[in-house]
C-alpha cells in the first residue's frame, strides 16, 4: 500500500465545500479526454499529437477508438509542435498535447513561429501544468508558461477551473480559427458553476458577488478562493469569486468593475506570482487609474518547496485559510 | 506541374535573370543572405517551373504540392522565383526589408506563394512532417517539400523531424539539402562536422540522392517523384555559395554580406555576360 496523498482541504476547507454545496467532479484532463473523444467521433479532421504522452494526456482510449487520428512523435516535442502546425496547415484539427513543462519551454521557438506567427488553427493541450507534477520537481512544474505565453502575439490562453469550464474551453477550440492554449491539471476538480452558465473564451465568470474583497483566480486555484469568499462571508464579508479562466484575451471590463466597486483585490495563479494572471490584473487596474490594496498569490520567485500539488499549494497559502487572511490583511 | 515546360536552356537563362533580381533585391534591402540565395536558387527554379503543381490562380487548391522554405534567409531567391511565377508583381521586390513592407527578411504568409513563416532554424523540416501526414491521413495526392541549409542540420530539431519522416514511411516527403558546405563562421565541417550526410539521413530511414545543386537535368531527376516507395527522399544537392558571381563564391563572408555598388556592378555584369554566353549557344 502506498502512503495516502496528502490532502487538499483541511477538515474546515471540506466542511465549507459542504456548506457552499460543491460536489466532486473528476480531473480536468479526464474531461478533457472525453470531450476529445466526443468531438472526433463527429470531426474525422480532429488529429491529436502526443509525444509519448497519451497515457498521461488520458488519451488511451482516444487512440483504440481512433488510431488514424492520433499521431505519436515519441519524446520530441519540438517536432510535436511542428507537426502539431503542418497538420493545421493542411486542413486538421489539430491538438498537440504534452506536459505544460516541457511543451512550454523546450518547444517555446515552435509555439511561437510555426503556431502564432504562422498562425495556423492548432491548440496545444499543456497538461500536468502548474505543479501537478508536485514532488517530481522543478524539472516537471510550469510555472513559467503563462508568463512566456502571454508574451507571444497571437493565443489564446485558456485555464479551466472545472469540469464545465474544461469541456467548453475543447469545444471552443475545436471551432477556433486561431491558436488555442489549454491548460490542465491532473487532480479531480469540484464543480463551481451553475448548470445554465455560459462560456465564451475571453469573458470571465462571477462565481459570487461581493464588495469587500474581489478574490480574481485562475484553474485550479479557483476553487480555494470561493471557500475563502464563504469563510469569510462567516465574519461577515462579502467577497467576489471571479474565475478568470482566459488569460488571454483577459476580460478588462470585468477586471476594472471589480476593482473600482470592491475596496481590494487578491489574485490567485498556479504559476510564479511574476508575468502571470496577478500581473496582467496589476497592468489593467494602475493604466485605468484604479488604486485598490491589491495582493498576488502565487509561487514567489524561489526554489519551489518540495512536495505535492497539495503541499505546495498551503505551503504557499493557495487554500481557504491562506487566501482569507491574504484577504483580511489587505483590509487593514 | 508549371504551365508550360521549360527546357535546360531556357531555365539557366531565367536562372541567371534571377540570380540578378536577388542581387538587386538585397542591393535595395540594405540587408540579405546573399551566398545562400545564390546556392539554392537552382533548385528553386528547378522546383517551382518543373516539380511542384503550385500557380498563383490555384493556390487555395487543397491538393497542391507544399513547399516550406526552412532555410528562410534565402528569401530574397525566393521572392525572386514567387515573382517570376507570377506570384506577385515584381516591382514588390524593391520593398524588401522597407517599413511597413509584408516582405520582411524571411517568408510570411502575408505574401502570396509563401506556405509557412520560417527564418529561425530547424523549424521546417517537422512542419513538412505535419503537412504529409495530413496528405496520408486523407490520401491525397500532393507531395510535401522542404529546403534546407547544411548548416541548418546542426538544429536537433531535425533530427527529431527525421526519425519521425521515417517512422511513418513518408514518402509523399523530400527534404532538400543546400550543401553548399559553408555557413556564417565559415567551413560546415569546421564549425561542427554533420558529415557524412547520406549516412545519417539513410540510417534515419530516408532514400538519399545526392546530385549536382547546379544542373538542372540531375535536379530535375531527383525531384520528380519519390526515391523509394515507403520511404521519405533526401536531395543532398551540392552547391556553391555565391554561385554566378566570381568574388562570392565558396567565401564565407557572403552569407550574409551586401554588395556596394560597385560589387553590385561587378556582380550583374558578370551576369550580363553569362547571359549573353547563353543566348549565344543557342
Known amino acids: ?332 | 506541374m508549371a504551365t508550360a515546360v521549360l527546357s535546360d536552356h531556357e531555365l539557366a537563362l531565367k536562372s541567371v535573370r534571377l540570380r540578378k533580381q536577388t542581387l538587386e533585391a538585397i542591393y535595395g534591402a540594405g540587408a540579405g543572405h546573399t551566398g545562400g540565395g545564390l546556392s539554392c536558387l537552382d533548385i528553386l527554379n528547378v522546383l517551382y517551373n518543373r516539380i511542384l503543381n503550385i500557380a498563383p490562380e490555384t493556390f487555395g487548391n487543397a491538393n497542391r504540392d507544399r513547399y516550406v522554405q526552412s532555410k528562410g534567409h534565402s528569401v530574397e531567391a525566393l521572392y525572386a522565383v514567387l515573382a517570376d511565377r507570377g506570384f506577385f508583381p515584381e516591382a514588390d521586390l524593391k520593398t524588401i526589408c522597407h517599413y511597413q513592407s509584408h516582405y520582411v527578411g524571411h517568408p510570411t504568409r502575408h505574401i502570396p506563394g509563401i506556405e509557412m513563416n520560417t527564418g529561425a532554424l530547424g523549424h521546417g523540416l517537422p512542419i513538412c512532417i505535419g503537412m504529409a501526414l495530413a496528405a496520408k491521413i486523407d490520401s491525397a495526392p500532393y507531395r510535401v517539400f522542404t529546403l534546407l541549409g547544411d548548416g541548418e542540420l546542426a538544429e536537433g530539431s531535425n533530427w527529431e523531424a527525421a526519425m519521425a519522416a521515417g517512422h511513418y514511411d513518408l514518402d509523399n516527403l523530400t527534404a532538400i539539402i543546400d550543401h553548399n558546405t559553408l555557413q556564417i563562421s565559415g567551413r560546415t565541417r569546421d564549425v561542427c562536422s554533420n558529415e557524412p550526410l547520406d549516412e545519417k539521413w539513410r540510417a534515419f530511414g530516408w532514400a538519399v540522392k545526392i546530385v549536382n545543386g547546379h544542373d538542372f537535368a540531375e535536379l530535375t531527376d531527383a525531384l520528380s517523384k519519390p526515391a523509394e516507395a515507403g520511404k521519405p527522399t533526401c536531395v543532398i544537392a551540392n552547391t556553391v555559395k555565391g554561385k554566378g558571381v566570381s568574388f562570392m563564391e565558396d567565401v564565407a563572408k557572403w552569407h550574409h554580406g551586401v554588395p556596394s555598388e560597385a560589387e553590385l556592378k561587378q556582380a550583374l555584369a558578370e551576369l550580363d555576360a553569362a547571359e549573353a554566353k547563353l543566348k549565344e549557344a543557342k
Open chain 1, 1 to 332: 500500500m502506498s502512503a495516502p496523498a496528502p490532502s487538499m482541504f483541511t477538515p474546515a476547507a471540506k466542511a465549507m465545500t459542504e456548506k457552499l454545496g460543491l460536489k466532486m467532479g473528476r480531473a480536468n484532463l479526464d474531461e478533457f479526454a472525453a470531450t476529445l473523444m466526443e468531438l472526433a467521433k463527429a470531426n474525422p479532421n480532429i488529429i491529436a499529437v502526443t509525444s509519448d504522452s497519451r497515457g498521461s494526456g488520458k488519451l488511451g482510449p482516444f487512440g483504440q477508438t481512433f488510431p488514424k487520428q492520433l499521431v505519436e512523435v515519441g519524446i520530441a516535442e519540438q517536432n510535436l509542435v511542428g507537426i502539431t502546425a503542418g497538420l493545421a496547415a493542411c486542413g486538421k484539427k489539430s491538438f498537440g498535447v504534452s506536459p505544460s513543462c516541457f511543451l512550454t519551454a523546450r518547444s517555446l521557438e515552435q509555439i511561437k513561429n510555426d503556431i502564432c506567427y504562422s498562425d495556423v488553427p492548432a491548440t496545444l493541450i499543456g497538461i500536468s501544468s502548474g505543479v501537478s507534477y508536485g514532488a517530481l520537481g522543478t524539472t516537471h512544474h510550469s510555472l513559467h508558461d503563462l508568463a512566456v505565453l502571454r508574451a507571444i502575439n497571437n493565443l489564446t490562453i485558456i485555464v479551466p477551473a472545472d469540469n464545465f469550464e474544461s469541456r467548453e474551453a475543447i469545444r471552443f477550440a475545436a471551432h477556433a480559427t486561431k491558436p488555442v492554449f489549454i491548460r490542465f491539471g491532473k487532480a479531480a476538480m469540484f464543480n463551481l458553476h451553475k448548470p445554465d452558465t455560459t462560456f465564451e473564451a475571453g469573458k470571465a465568470i462571477t462565481l459570487r458577488e461581493g464588495n469587500d474583497v474581489a478574490f480574481i483566480a485562475t484553474g485550479e486555484t479557483v476553487v480555494h478562493a470561493l471557500l475563502a469568499a464563504g469563510k469569510l462571508a462567516e465574519q461577515g464579508l462579502n467577497c467576489r469569486v471571479i474565475s478568470m479562466h482566459s488569460i488571454k484575451p483577459l476580460d478588462v471590463e470585468i477586471i476594472l468593475k471589480a476593482g473600482r466597486e470592491c475596496r481590494a483585490v487578491v489574485t490567485v495563479e498556479e504559476h510564479m506570482v511574476h508575468g502571470g494572471l496577478g500581473e496582467a490584473c496589476a497592468a489593467t487596474l494602475l493604466q485605468a487609474g484604479v488604486f485598490k490594496p491589491f495582493r498576488i498569490v502565487g509561487i514567489p520567485d524561489e526554489e519551489t518547496v518540495p512536495g505535492a500539488q497539495a503541499d505546495i499549494f498551503r505551503h504557499y497559502g493557495i487554500s481557504m485559510e491562506g487566501l482569507s487572511e491574504a484577504a483580511l490583511k489587505l483590509l487593514k
